[in-house]
């Protein structure tokens, strides 16, 4: 397996695991309102693909790379919303994260890419 596929399979295993905690976290000890339990269960959904994606990166390569991209993509898109719909004003304290979260899926898409020719 090319070298960036497994630093990118490592981190976005990472990723997901950080984001696993903080989840849990947030569901635990913030309130219980129906919009604030969604925006817990959409992240711990994120994470557990994170998760799925690194992990799979390992045993089914193909399927691996695709779900790399699938969750560098839903990254990107969340970046992109993020900053057009006010995040920078509302959420700044978000913005080092999301500033990994972009560099990580653009290495990611660079690392799907030349595993494919490499193979």
């Not at 070298?3 to 976290?25: D, F, K, P, Y």
């Not at 219980?32 to 390569?61: D, N, Q, T």
């Amino acid at each position: 397996m090319n070298i960036h596929l497994r630093i990118v399979s490592g981190l976005w295993l990472l990723v997901g695991l950080v984001l696993t905690a903080w989840s849990v976290w947030g569901l635990a000890t913030q309130e219980h309102l129906p919009s604030v339990v969604a925006s817990w269960l959409l992240v711990l959904g994120f994470a557990v693909l994170a998760i799925v994606a690194g992990a799979a990166s390992g045993y089914k390569r193909a399927m691996g790379r695709a779900l790399v991209r699938i969750v560098s993509g839903l990254s990107l898109i969340y970046a992109l919303a993020w900053l057009f719909l006010g995040g920078i004003e509302d959420a700044a304290s978000y913005a080092p994260g999301i500033v990994v979260l972009v560099a990580l899926s653009v290495y990611a898409f660079f690392a799907a890419k030349s595993s494919v020719s490499a193979a």
